[in-house]
């Protein structure tokens, strides 16, 4: 990434930041209340059978959960690959790079924190859950209030529950932006091009695995899968 591009998109970061930084709870609040809304447990926000359920993390989210679990780091994330084509994100060693994590996800696509679909939808990870899951199905994005799909949506909410879902809304929004800022910070770039997707194909053929480098917030990891 050049560097004059890197800065401009860090200071509009910034800039977001601040503004966010000055959102008045209270008015997201009155909004939730005004859409209405009650978790149903249907459990389809964690199923790839109903749209896409990939759940960004944060590091500090994943410590969290490996702070209150007996789980390893690689059962709580994953690089986050979205299953597109990668040949912009090939460098000249046939490493794939991603940025940022999401949950892991079972062999059908459901979140890997879910229970079987025949016996519940409780999330096994319930009170340490990713602060998308925290809020969802709301979000902001540049400075608004945005709603996902969801069965729960029009139902009745009291006022202190829609103020406590607005007040983790905007945290997870200042978080967002502080966390990209960081990985701006920390990002070095690499050398893509399709030209490097054979490197890639002759290493897998090889060893049957492929080499990802995650960049977050925290800086560059290498995981081999």
């Given amino acids: 990434m050049d560097e004059k ?4 998109l860090i200071q509009q970061l910034e800039e977001e930041l601040t503004n966010a930084s000055n959102i008045n709870p209270g008015i997201i609040a009155a909004k939730i209340e005004n859409i209405g809304f009650s978790c149903l447990i249907c459990g389809k926000c964690c199923r790839r059978a109903f749209g896409d359920n990939r759940v960004l993390l944060i590091p500090q989210e994943i410590q969290v959960i490996l702070d209150h679990t007996t789980l390893e780091a690689h059962e709580v994330a994953t690089p986050a690959t979205s299953g597109e084509s990668y040949n912009d994100l ?3 060693d046939g490493r794939i790079h991603t940025f940022g994590w999401i949950l892991p ?6 979140c890997n924190f879910i229970e ?3 016996t519940s939808n409780k999330c096994k990870i319930y009170d340490v859950r990713p602060m ?7 979000y902001m994005k540049d400075m608004e209030l945005h709603v996902s799909e969801c069965e729960g949506l029009g139902h009745k909410i009291l006022p202190e529950e829609s103020l406590k879902i607005a007040l983790d809304v905007v945290n997870r929004y200042i978080t967002e932006i502080e966390d990209t800022i960081a990985l701006y910070k920390k990002f070095e770039g690499f050398v893509s091009g399709p030209e490097n997707i054979k490197t890639t194909s002759d ?9 990802h480098i995650v960049h977050d917030s925290k800086g560059t990891h290498e995981i081999t899968r």
């Fill in 203 to 211: 290493h897998t053929d090889k060893n049957d695995r492929v080499i």
């Fill in 90 to 92: 090939i460098d000249t």
């Fill in 105 to 110: 996800r079972k062999s059908n696509g459901d």
């Fill in 5 to 8: 591009y890197k800065s401009f």
């Fill in 116 to 118: 079987n679909a025949k």
């Fill in 132 to 138: 998308l899951c925290r809020t969802y199905p709301f």
